[in-house]
């Protein structure tokens, strides 16, 4: 495939539901997008994520249930599970490491903190959670994208009992929570025409 230009990219990536399970990815590829991910943009640079790469063939199979039996999970060739982080208060170890690698003097870090304390400080564990779940989409956007520039085919799967998946993942609850999958592959056939609104419908220019 030759390489496509951005608005080629966007149009190429759909929600693809079923995918060619015989056609593996190039481990390359599969590295590129988990980087895509990884330098995603987040909130005070937190990262508040983590990426589960699925390979565990049984594993694979007991999500399939837990995702409402979607036919991606039971096709991909590839499953990203992508983790948010539960514990984003400004005294939780994760945070403190975070900040401290910005290598800012005592005073500067505890200004830092304080200044993010005051932000989440309306926040309640819920909401906390959402804020994470937000950047999580971030990552799962970049992610995507870098998987379609490849040609590679993607769906974004919000579409799962989490606590199911969570004990399936065996993940520390108190710590993690599944945001998101995105199982990867090649479409087993072609995308129906994309379904959008007119350009001038979402879009307004103020001047
Ligand atoms: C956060 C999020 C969660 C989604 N969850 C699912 C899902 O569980 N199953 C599914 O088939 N598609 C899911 N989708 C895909 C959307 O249905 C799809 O992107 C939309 O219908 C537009 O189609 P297109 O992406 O093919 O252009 C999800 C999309 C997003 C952004």
């Known amino acids: 495939m030759n390489p496509l230009n951005l608005s080629e990219i966007w149009n190429y990536r759909h929600a693809c539901k079923a995918f060619d399970p015989a056609k593996p990815l190039p481990q390359e590829a599969l590295l590129e997008i988990l ?5 995603s943009a987040s ?3 937190l990262e508040p994520w983590k990426f589960l790469v699925i390979q565990n063939q049984e594993m694979r199979q007991r999500l399939v ?3 409402f039996n979607q036919p991606q ?3 991909c060739v590839e499953l990203i599970v992508i983790l948010i982080r539960k514990n984003l208060r400004p005294d939780s170890p994760y945070v403190l490491e975070q900040f401290s690698r910005w290598n800012l003097p005592h005073e500067a870090l505890q200004g830092i903190l304080s200044w993010y ?3 989440i400080s309306s926040m309640d564990d819920r909401a906390l959670v959402d804020y994470a779940d937000k950047q999580a989409h971030i990552a799962l956007a970049n992610m995507m994208t870098c998987a ?3 040609g590679i085919d993607s769906c974004p799967i919000g579409g799962f009992d989490p606590k199911k998946c969570a ?6 609850e108190t710590l993690f ?6 199982p990867l592959g090649y479409r087993a056939k072609e995308p129906s025409p994309k379904i959008r609104l007119p350009f001038d419908e979402v879009v307004s220019f103020i001047s």
């Not at 980087?35 to 330098?39: F, I, N």
């Not at 004990?167 to 520390?172: A, K, N, V």
């Not at 929570?177 to 995105?182: C, E, H």
Request: hydrophobic share 45%; charged share 10%.
């Open 177 to 182: 929570a599944p945001a998101l999958l995105l």
């Open 35 to 39: 980087e895509a991910g990884r330098l």
């Open 65 to 67: 249930p837990a995702c």
């Open 117 to 119: 304390g005051g932000y």
């Open 43 to 45: 909130s005070f640079g």
């Open 167 to 172: 004990q399936i993942l065996g993940i520390d």
């Open 73 to 75: 999970i039971a096709t």
């Open 148 to 150: 379609a520039s490849k």
